[in-house]
C-alpha cells in the first residue's frame, strides 16, 4: 500500500486521508510510450496536481463541499520502469485492485493507462458501460505494430467484453468506422453529428443500468478550451457539454459510477492557463460523482 510522500502535491491540497478512510482514490498513472506526435503526457498528472491548488474547495455547481464532504487518497505516482507496456498496464490494475472497489480516478499519461485501470476495477467487465469523451476512437487492432497503443486502448477495452458510448469523435480511419457500424457493443456519436442530436446523447447515457467508467481523454473537448494536447482535433465538446456529461451520469440512479480517468493531458506554458482548466477536470468528475452517490 503507497501513503503520500510528504511532498507530494494532493488534489485540491485537500489534507491527506489513508486509502482505507479514503471516499476516492487519486491514482496518477505518467505513462508515456506510445504517443504519436505531441509529447509530454509523462508530466501531465504532477501539472494537474500542482494547478488543482488553485481551484476553490468548493464547487457551486453541485454546491459540493470537498474539504467538508470528500477524504481523497493521493497515491504515489506509478512510475514506468521503461519495460513493456502491457507489463505497466498490469500494474495499475494490481494497483487499482488493492483498493477494493473504491472509486478510482486517474490521471493520465497516455490513454493506454484507460485499460489497466478498467481491469482493476472490481465489477465484471461484460456489465461494464464505459463512456468516453474523445477526438480519436482508438479502436485501431494495432497501431505501428503495437497492439498497446494509446490508438488501440479501446479496442482493448472492448475485448474485455465492455459496452462502448464514444462521444466527441472526429478522427477515425476507415477500419475503426466499419468497427463502430458493425459492432453492436459500440454506440459512437461523432463530433460532426454530435450538436444536432444532443439531448439524444444526454438520454443514452441516462437510460444507462449498472456499472460505468468514464475515460475523459482531453483532445475530446473543443482545443478552443483546451488545446493542450498531442494529437489535437479541431471541434469537440464544448465545457457546458463536458459538464452536461458528467450531470447525466451523476443523476442515474440506475446506474453505478465505479471509476473514472482524465488521460492525454500535456503541460504547457503556452496559451497560458491550460493547467487550471485541465485540473478542473478531474475536480469535476469527483464533485458529480460524489454528488450522484448521495442520492
Ligand atoms: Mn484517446
Excluded at 498513472?29 to 468548493?58: C, D, H, K, N, W
Amino acid at each position: 500500500m503507497s501513503f503520500l510522500d510528504p511532498d507530494q502535491t494532493t488534489l485540491l491540497k485537500l489534507a491527506p486521508c489513508s486509502p482505507g478512510d479514503a471516499d476516492a482514490i487519486v491514482l496518477p498513472v505518467p505513462l508515456e510510450m506510445t504517443v504519436s506526435y505531441g509529447q509530454g503526457t509523462l508530466r501531465g498528472p504532477s501539472a494537474i496536481l500542482e494547478a488543482s491548488t488553485q481551484i476553490e474547495t468548493f464547487d457551486e455547481e453541485w454546491e459540493f463541499d470537498f474539504e467538508r464532504d470528500l477524504r481523497i487518497h493521493n497515491a504515489a505516482p506509478l512510475s514506468s520502469d521503461g519495460g513493456r507496456v502491457k507489463d505497466y498496464l498490469e500494474g495499475v490494475a494490481a494497483s487499482v485492485r488493492q483498493y477494493d472497489g473504491k472509486f478510482v480516478l486517474g490521471l493520465g499519461g497516455e490513454h493506454t493507462v484507460t485499460w489497466g485501470l478498467i481491469k482493476g476495477l472490481s465489477v465484471s467487465p461484460e456489465d461494464l458501460t464505459v463512456i468516453q469523451i474523445d477526438a480519436h476512437a482508438d479502436l485501431r487492432d494495432q497501431y505501428e505494430g503495437e497492439e498497446w497503443s494509446h490508438a488501440c486502448v479501446m479496442r482493448r477495452v472492448l475485448d474485455e467484453g465492455c459496452r462502448l458510448i464514444q462521444i466527441g469523435i472526429r478522427s477515425t480511419a476507415r477500419e475503426e468506422f466499419e468497427l463502430i457500424g458493425s459492432e453492436p457493443r459500440v454506440q459512437s456519436y461523432y463530433a460532426h453529428q454530435m450538436h444536432g442530436s444532443w439531448a439524444a446523447i444526454l438520454e443514452t447515457i441516462g437510460l444507462i443500468r449498472g456499472p460505468v467508467y468514464l475515460t475523459l481523454d482531453v483532445d475530446g473537448i473543443d482545443p478552443s478550451i483546451l488545446p493542450s494536447t498531442g494529437t489535437p482535433q479541431p471541434g469537440g465538446l464544448s465545457w457546458s457539454e463536458t459538464m452536461q456529461v458528467l450531470r447525466a451520469l451523476s443523476s442515474n440512479k440506475n446506474a453505478s459510477w465505479v471509476g473514472a480517468d482524465v488521460v492525454e493531458f500535456v503541460p504547457s506554458p503556452n496559451p497560458p492557463g491550460c493547467d487550471i482548466i485541465a485540473a478542473k477536470l478531474p475536480v469535476k468528475i469527483l464533485a458529480s460523482w460524489a454528488t450522484g452517490r448521495r442520492k
